[in-house]
């Protein structure tokens, strides 16, 4: 007998769902992949969403909830309107990708402790990337079956981040701060990587080590501190 999703267990479809986007990717999931995740009728789910395209947007608009995810009032949710669902995914991307220290730390005329500041930068991006871990891992997934989605995250997301830590690669090289290396905008991509890979990917890694989420976010800032400084991290 299929199983009814009960009226407080809307949470429980988004997360199904998400599962489903993750593994298969915005092109290849279908609504019964997601129904047979939850045991239940595909009919069910036009219940709570209209369409695909208004339960991937429900997915990412509820991507890394710190609560239970309530029943909306007003159901099935309506297809979004065109452009919507990326209007909201640059929102979210622009007003994640600020990293204060970093900022500050371009901004600023006189470096005093390099060592610290350098340290203050790449916790603050783990941390970054921890708290959106899944909605970074649905963009990087479903990224290749939407153009216009794959725009936005790999040139104002990732992008952005690499642009703006290789400006400060380049002038703390410069004032001979840190070490100098072969290639700055390698270098950025290496660091952004191997955070976003503790961070967010190694979550999904089949291989995955288990390891505390606290000493991978130490050990994360240590190897980055000590490559471009020599030192320990402050």
């Known amino acids: 007998m299929t199983r009814r999703v009960p009226d407080d267990r809307f949470d429980e479809l988004i997360q199904a769902a998400s599962g489903v986007f993750l593994e298969q990717g915005y092109r290849r999931t279908q ?5 047979a995740r939850l045991g239940i009728a595909k009919g069910t789910l036009y219940l709570y969403v209209e369409s695909k395209e208004a339960l991937f947007d429900a997915v990412l608009r509820h991507a890394d909830a710190d609560e239970r995810i309530p029943l909306p009032e007003d159901r099935p949710l309506p297809t979004p309107p065109p452009g919507a669902t990326l209007a909201l995914i640059e929102k979210r991307v622009a007003e994640s ?23 203050e930068i790449v916790r603050e991006l783990y941390q970054l990337l921890a708290r959106h871990r899944v909605a970074i891992k649905l963009l990087d997934r479903c990224a290749a079956d ?6 936005v995250w790999h040139g104002n997301g990732r992008g952005g981040a690499v642009a703006l830590f290789a ?9 001979g701060r840190l070490r100098e290396v072969r290639n700055v905008q390698a270098t950025a991509r290496t660091v952004l990587e191997t955070v976003a890979f503790w961070a967010v990917h190694h979550h999904w890694d089949p291989a995955r080590e288990a390891i505390d989420d606290s000493v991978t976010e130490e050990s994360v800032v240590e190897f980055v501190v000590r490559s471009l400084t020599g030192e320990q991290p402050a």
């Open 97 to 119: 990708a600020s990293l204060p220290a970093l900022t500050s730390a371009l901004a600023r005329r006189r470096v005093v402790n390099v060592k610290a500041e350098l340290t």
């Open 31 to 35: 609504m019964a992949d997601v129904a």
């Open 167 to 175: 400006r400060y690669l380049n002038d703390r090289i410069r004032r």
């Open 146 to 151: 939407y153009p216009e989605l794959a725009e």
